[in-house]
């Protein structure tokens, strides 16, 4: 899939960005690329949450 010029400003980091809060997850998508950094005292529960919502959002982008 192609997700356009890899810049900060690309407009994947919208996509990502918004698709994330509504599942309540906060992530700093940096154009076409997200990461994540979990506070230490985060479950396994809650990071497995965390990696859900990008599964979804990778299946979200790959549809489009």
Do not use: H, W
Request: glycine fraction near 4%.
């Amino acid at each position: 899939f192609e997700t356009g010029a890899t810049s900060y400003f690309n407009n994947s980091r919208d996509l990502l960005y918004n698709f994330a809060l509504q599942n309540k997850v906060l992530l700093r998508p940096l154009g076409n690329i997200i990461y994540i950094l979990p506070p230490y005292c985060i479950t396994a529960a809650q990071l497995e949450e965390v990696y859900e919502v990008i599964l979804k959002m990778a299946d979200l982008i790959i549809q489009k």
